[in-house]
């Protein structure tokens, strides 16, 4: 199965890291309230991270791995990774 990981900035600014199989249905779930609980309070606004291409073990460990880095690292991650599908960006509409 194709495991992804993702980075969504949020309302409050803050930037969260999670994993899906469907990016579609979870983006879906994030902005309804069925997804994480630390979108409780803030809104999901755009996808700024996705990277497919991985089982669900090595989807896992690179979401821990991005989740230890600092604010910078992630910055730094997101400056050098390909863009998401244009479609997904915009989660306001």
Known sequence: ?????YI???SDGTLYTGITTDIARRLRQHGTGGGAKYFRGRRPEEVLF???GHDRSSASKRE???KGLSRAGKQALLQTAAKPVPHLLNLSS
Not at 1 to 5: A, D, L, R, T
């Open 64 to 66: 821990l791995y991005i």
């Open 8 to 10: 969504i900035l949020c």
């Open 1 to 5: 199965m194709n495991w992804q990981v």
């Open 50 to 52: 996705l990277e497919g």
